[in-house]
């Protein structure tokens, strides 16, 4: 079965700060999605990045770097220079590499508090 | 606004009553999930749709919950006979066949 866990459940940091969100994945499937979700108040699900298993070259995109090593089944979530507005609750999620449903699993999600 | 919408945002039923969800997907997306989500957790899956066609449901979809998708445009969800472990956020997304899930704001339910 497939599983992502998120150990952190709450990170606060102070504005300016760097700051990692940890994921670790469990799949028997050889071929598989990784997906980042950030979730601000408003509910709504906002799609940050889906990286497929054959990948692992790190990603960045402005503040944000991701960091896949399928050695130890892990896809961290690095942001940079922290914003006010980066407060949101941040999920990592996977799927199976398949032609239909896009059923993702979730983790928990870390809550992200950033302070001015 | 073309993104996924969904109404209402919030519902309070007394227990035992029946709730309808309706979602509309973004207008070129064939595929369309249903996820719920209760406080702490992250979203599961419920069920998924290609055009009009209900091609899976989880586990956690009891007899008691139905989706429709007539036409393979917008989609209900209907909750019969709610019971209190019902109360969650029942989101809804969107998606080309090759491309990411756009979520809606969802629906909250609330059952007392």
């Known amino acids: 079965a497939q599983k992502v866990t998120q150990a952190q459940t709450e990170i606060s940091v102070v504005e300016k700060e760097d700051v990692t969100l940890d994921c670790v994945y469990e799949?028997?499937?050889?071929?598989?999605?990784l997906f980042w979700y950030k979730q601000p108040p408003s509910g709504e699900l906002v799609f940050l990045i889906r990286?497929?298993?054959?990948?692992?070259q790190n990603e960045i995109s402005g503040r944000y770097s991701w960091n896949f090593q399928k050695s130890t089944s892990s896809f961290n979530f690095t942001i940079t220079a922290s914003q006010v507005v980066d407060s949101a609750v941040y999920f990592c999620?996977?799927?199976?590499?398949?032609?239909?449903?896009?059923?993702?699993?979730f983790g928990q999600g870390t809550r992200l508090t950033i302070n001015p | 606004d073309t993104g996924v919408s969904q109404d209402p945002r919030h519902k309070i039923t007394k227990r035992g009553q029946n709730v309808t969800f309706r979602c509309d997907p973004i207008?070129?997306?064939?595929?369309l999930y249903w996820y719920r989500q209760t406080l702490g957790q992250g979203p599961e899956f419920l069920t998924y749709?290609?055009?009009?066609?209900?091609?899976?449901k989880s586990r956690l979809l009891s007899d008691r919950f139905s989706a429709e998708r007539p036409k393979g445009s917008f989609s209900t969800l209907e909750i019969q006979r709610t019971e209190q472990g019902d109360s969650a956020m029942y989101l809804c997304?969107?998606?080309?066949?090759?491309?990411?899930?756009?979520f809606g704001e969802g629906s909250r339910l609330t059952v007392l």
């Open positions: 749709f290609q055009n009009e066609a209900q091609l899976e």
């Open positions: 990286r497929n298993s054959f990948d692992e």
């Open positions: 997304a969107s998606s080309s066949p090759t491309g990411e899930l756009f």
């Open positions: 207008s070129e997306h064939n595929r």
């Open positions: 999620a996977l799927s199976e590499a398949y032609q239909g449903a896009q059923k993702l699993v």
């Open positions: 799949t028997r499937d050889t071929t598989y999605y």
